[in-house]
């Protein structure tokens, strides 16, 4: 997974927020999003691979994915989390 240092460091490319990981229980709500293709990106793009995991802003509004061990920190790739986190 992504190490420590790197987390520290990355930052939202639309605010400049801090981003942490996301913990597994949202993780597993995200591919069951996934697995009923129900799972869409800011831009509209439905997401068909599972996630290893996400980074979360510090607003915990949006969520960018991590696909194949590469977070994806592209603002239209980005996840609305308001029905994810509970």
């Keep these: ?15 400049h927020s801090k981003l942490t990981l996301v913990d597994s229980a949202t993780v597993a709500r995200l591919n069951a999003a996934v697995a ?3 799972l869409k990106t800011r831009g509209g793009q439905v997401i068909d691979k599972p996630l290893d995991g996400a980074l979360i802003r510090e607003d915990r ?6 696909i194949d061990q590469i977070p994806i920190l592209l ?7 308001d029905e994810f986190l509970r």
Excluded at 1 to 15: G, K, N, Y
Excluded at 61 to 66: A, E, G, N, T, V
């Design 61 to 66: 509004r949006i969520l960018y994915p991590i």
């Design 1 to 15: 997974m992504l190490d420590d240092e790197f987390i520290a460091m990355v930052r939202c490319p639309e605010d």
């Design 36 to 38: 009923a293709r129900r």
């Design 75 to 81: 603002i239209d790739e980005a996840i609305p989390s």
